[in-house]
């Protein structure tokens, strides 16, 4: 069983930053692939990025690439993504998530049915 808890999120203007944080209750943390989704008003949720299980692979988005940074912590139990040069597109509720880091190993994962634990979800508002 795994309990995700994302914060960090907030109302920010065009160019601004944000950080999200998630943070995983869980017993062996480095088993898992983590992962950040976003979900705009009606629109589908979509990747953002992941990374796995020691920080080796990361993934991101055309959309983010190059502003958005995914990190984690696994003292911690927690996974970061830092987000700069922020758009009114990337508006959205944004959601953690873990898969189990062996189903990730060739290639990552992009598809939210990949995941299988999600937290509640932090709000991001980009004012133009």
């Known amino acids: 069983q795994v309990q995700l808890v994302e914060s960090g999120g907030g109302t920010v203007q065009a160019g601004g930053s944000l950080r999200l944080s998630c943070a995983a209750t869980v017993r062996t943390f480095t088993l898992y692939t983590l992962g950040w989704f976003r979900q705009a008003p009606g629109n589908e949720r979509e990747f953002v990025a992941a990374i796995n299980r020691n920080g080796s692979n990361i993934y991101y988005s055309d959309s983010v690439k190059g502003r958005f940074t995914i990190s984690r912590d696994n003292t911690e139990n927690t996974v970061y993504l830092q987000m700069n040069s922020l758009k009114p597109d990337d508006t959205a509720v944004y959601y953690c998530?873990?898969?189990?880091?062996?189903?990730?190993?060739?290639?990552?994962?992009?598809?939210?049915?990949?995941?299988?634990?999600w937290g509640q979800g932090t709000q991001v508002t980009v004012s133009s």
């Open positions: 998530a873990t898969a189990p880091d062996f189903y990730c190993a060739n290639g990552g994962c992009y598809d939210s049915a990949d995941y299988d634990y």
